[in-house]
């Protein structure tokens, strides 16, 4: 980015911020004349002279598309994983009925995207070579949490019980706002998956 695209793009930004967001803005030297061979705020870079634990991106383009490939991107990858000594961690991002392109699969259908919601983090799983028996841990949101909890956890003891998981991941039920009206259950996971 050439110095006439950063200040646009400074400008643009800065339009859309409160005088006190921008303010913030320029104290984390992410704007401004401080951000020209910044070192970078303390947190915001890496720490010198020590290594960072290898991490990567997880998707699974067969299933579901990437965040920020929605007209209004989003900043967050669909899971990430962390290689351990003697292990890897998958942490799966919340996860819905989308798919390959973003768009909402069966809406107004609790049961349907539940489902689609399970193979969609199957797929991410399978992605990184894991499985259901990996996942140590999950949240679920449901929009709805008085009506749809107890068919969601007969569809997910059902699911589970399908496929033989013995001990069940610990789990956490939440009532929440998804991010789209149409979706009515979101679900997060983690794995762990030993190395070698």
Known sequence: MNDDQAV???TEQRRSLSPAAWDE???L???GPEREGRTGMQGLDPVPDRKLIPKRAICAPDALNEAYDYALPSSFSRGMRVDL?????LLLSGTA????TGATVHPGDFEAQLLRTFRN?????VAEGASWHDVVRTSCYLRDIER?????NELRTSFMSAIGLDPLP???GIQARICRSDLLVEIEAMAIVPRG
Do not use: C, H, I, N
Request: aromatic share 10%.
């Open 25 to 27: 803005y320029e104290a």
């Open 170 to 172: 610990a789990s956490t």
């Open 97 to 100: 009925s989308v798919d390959g």
């Open 29 to 31: 030297g992410l704007v």
């Open 148 to 152: 749809d909890y107890d068919r969601f």
């Open 121 to 125: 983090l199957t797929q991410l799983l």
């Open 85 to 89: 000594p003697g292990a890897t961690l």
């Open 8 to 10: 646009l793009k400074d």
